[in-house]
């Protein structure tokens, strides 16, 4: 946006009238004021199709509706995020390149270390997304049925091994994360995806898997595998039925996957609280909960501080966890 010119009004005047700082403040307000003038991209670090990229879409449908100007998503997939991580902290600190991350951007620091970026320097967060229950499943031949009655089944020595997307991912960590707060020594037996770990499970050649919701949800219903429990703080709206970790007694058992709002830092505060506030808007609308819900995700939106404070402990969680259990990346 071009400043407003200020005609036969020189700087001696606006010093001596003491109106040079008003003047100066003003300029970012009315740079936000105009802001967004322009298409708004949206840089999404995996393929189209995942459930990162699902959120990132309802987002960017729901976000252009409310701007009345176009949300381009643009899919920079490689390296666990990493491509797209590091291409998103290059851009502009203007506002028209935003970064949707995931619980991948979490975990990568310590399962990889030397980043080309830094997720918390780098960028300056918005607002969590969605949040992507993981469930807690078995084949039907497993002789326990609820958390309780696994941790009891494991802890008799009975051989059980679960079923990963891979090692270092999402439903790895969530099964090591329960191994240190049950107690128990279940094996972890990395697939590349979670579809093919999926299958496996469906055959019987593992046990139990610690599954996304898209994965897992279409057999939980079918009854082809039955699920213990959730591993997410609250009841999962999808199975409001299935009892948490917590409420099984695992106090300190709380995984799931997520994804999140970031701009570059830099950005100017008052774009990033109009996009808070209109991103807000977005996922507490019903219709777009609704059709998460349907992908597999819970809306998930929130003030910036709470993001933040979120992302540290998401840091510090899954760092210990990689310590503990001796995870590498590959």
Known sequence: ???????????????????????????????????????VRLIV?????????????????????????????????????????????????DGYSLF??????????????????????????????????????????????????????????TPLAYGSSGNGGGTHLAGELFNMEAGTKLQHIPYKGSAPAMNDLLGGQVQLMFSDAPTALQHIKSGRVKVL???SRQ???MLPNVPTGVESGLPGYEAYSWAALFAPVKTLQAVLDKINADFNTAFNDPAVRQRLLEAGAEADPGTQEQMRKRLRSELEKWAKVIKTAGITAG
């Open 45 to 93: 670090p995996f393929p189209p199709g995942g459930p990162v990229d699902t959120t990132a879409r309802v987002a960017s449908q729901r976000l252009s509706d409310i701007w009345k100007i176009p949300m381009v998503i643009d899919n920079r997939a490689g390296a666990g995020g990493v491509v797209g991580a590091q291409a998103a902290a290059r851009e502009a600190p």
């Open 229 to 231: 429990g959730v591993a």
């Open 100 to 157: 949707m991350g995931a619980i991948h951007h979490s975990v990568n620091p310590a399962l990889m270390g030397n980043l080309p970026y830094d997720i918390e320097r780098d960028f300056a967060p918005i607002s969590f997304a969605a949040m992507f229950p993981v469930f807690i499943v078995a084949h039907p031949s497993v002789p326990a049925n609820t958390i309780q009655e696994l941790i009891a089944l494991a802890k008799k020595g």
């Open 1 to 39: 946006m071009t400043t407003p010119s200020i005609p036969s009004i020189t700087r001696r005047h606006l010093v001596a009238g003491g109106l040079l700082g008003a003047a100066t403040h003003a300029l970012p307000s009315l740079a936000a004021d105009a802001w967004p003038s322009k298409p």
């Open 235 to 237: 009841r999962s709206a």
